[in-house]
């Protein structure tokens, strides 16, 4: 009789841990009670996921960069095109605030950093510059400028 509670037991328990999974992201991976999800976005570093909701989208690119460094899967379609503009297709290993939301300044571990905006899209900002030089007092002498 006891072996067959401890195979009813084993027959739930296997039963609950398959209910354990994130509808809303095919990359996360799911275990405990009550079922905690998260995916990982740096190597040892997997971010917990609320699967109930929308995963914010600073967290998938996070992802997506994640699995495309360590030859994983990615987004179906395959990757950009060598036509494609070098930083201008939109996919960067993005740093994430903790509630999910794009940090305002992004790099790309240079010196070469950007804004975005809340969607993590390139924030471009034109300026424009008008030079003038100094009145000058005499004549320019020609012979003495660089081309």
Known sequence: M??????????FAVG????????SMKWATCDGTPCQCSIMVEAGMPQ?????????????????MYRAKNNLSTRTGGKPVETAFVDNDGIYDPVCEAT???????CNNTEECWC?????V?????????LKHKEVSKAVDASKLQA
């Open 16 to 23: 609950a841990s398959a209910q354990c999974k994130c509808d």
């Open 48 to 64: 917990n996921l609320n699967c109930s909701t929308l995963i914010p989208k600073c967290y998938l690119m996070k992802a997506e």
């Open 116 to 120: 975005v905006n809340s969607a993590g």
């Open 2 to 11: 006891t072996i067959w509670i401890a195979l009813l037991l084993a027959t």
């Open 100 to 106: 999910g939301a794009f940090r305002a300044k992004q």
């Open 122 to 130: 390139l924030y471009i900002i034109w300026v424009r510059l008008e």
